[in-house]
């Protein structure tokens, strides 16, 4: 099955700096890529995806880029701010079935 | 768009007891999945519905545990009995399963005494 690494598993960073979070998966088959943000006590909630014929893809002060060959795939926040400290999940499906998840990273924003 | 509805939204109980949680999904949506997480072990799915059929429920922990979705805008994830090491915070989600796509609803935070 679908195995999903993502690093670091904690993340500091001062307020304004950019943050990186990357994930690697095994299976070349896997064409869906999303990205949660799962604040204390919330839910996870989708902020950005990309799918396997898209190499990059911009939302405002978020990305996610995918490397299809090397199989992996990164999300980068620019500017960061205090609200956007959270933990965040990457995950991986292919053709609509199940997403299996990374462990998280646990980002911390100070202002 | 109401988003997908849990309740009860907190749950107390002891242990020997009935738990059921309930779920509404995103109207429309034809995949649902319930969750539970943990500090220890992290987001685990649990069970996949596809058109209201289970598809994969490897992620059930033991008998204990049984799902149903009776139909398109319900289901239930039944504990019995309940022990104290299913304490967690038990999430479902829907989406199209074409797209892949899940929206998480609010969660059920449950306490087995």
């Known amino acids: 099955g679908e195995n999903v690494e993502q690093h670091p598993s904690t993340l500091s960073v001062q307020e304004g700096d950019s943050a990186v979070i990357k994930c690697t998966y095994s299976?070349?088959?896997?064409?869906?890529f999303p990205w949660y943000k799962q604040e204390l006590g919330k839910r996870p909630q989708l902020i950005i995806d990309?799918?396997?014929?898209?190499g990059e893809k911009k939302d405002q002060r978020i990305a996610v880029t995918l490397n299809k060959t090397a199989k992996h795939f990164s999300l980068h926040i620019t500017e960061t701010q205090p609200e956007d400290s959270a933990v965040y999940f990457c995950a991986a499906s292919k053709g609509g079935s199940t997403l299996t998840f990374g462990k998280g990273t646990m980002l911390l924003v100070s202002p | 768009d109401a988003g997908v509805i849990q309740s009860p939204r907190h749950e107390v109980t002891e242990m020997g007891q009935e738990v059921t949680l309930r779920c509404k999904p995103i109207s429309g949506h034809n995949s649902l999945f319930w969750y539970r997480q943990t500090m220890m072990r992290g987001l685990e799915l649990l069970i996949y519905?596809?058109?209201?059929?289970?598809?994969?429920d490897s992620g059930m922990p033991e008998d204990r545990f049984s799902a149903k979705m009776p139909n398109a805008s319900f289901s239930t994830l039944k504990i019995q009995p309940s022990e104290p090491r299913d304490s967690a915070v038990y999430f479902c989600?829907?989406?199209?399963?074409?797209?892949?796509?899940?929206?998480f609803g609010p969660g059920t935070r449950l306490t087995v005494l």
């Open positions: 299976d070349s088959a896997s064409n869906y």
């Open positions: 990309i799918r396997s014929n898209v």
């Open positions: 989600a829907s989406g199209l399963a074409v797209l892949g796509e899940q929206f």
């Open positions: 519905f596809n058109n209201n059929v289970p598809i994969d």
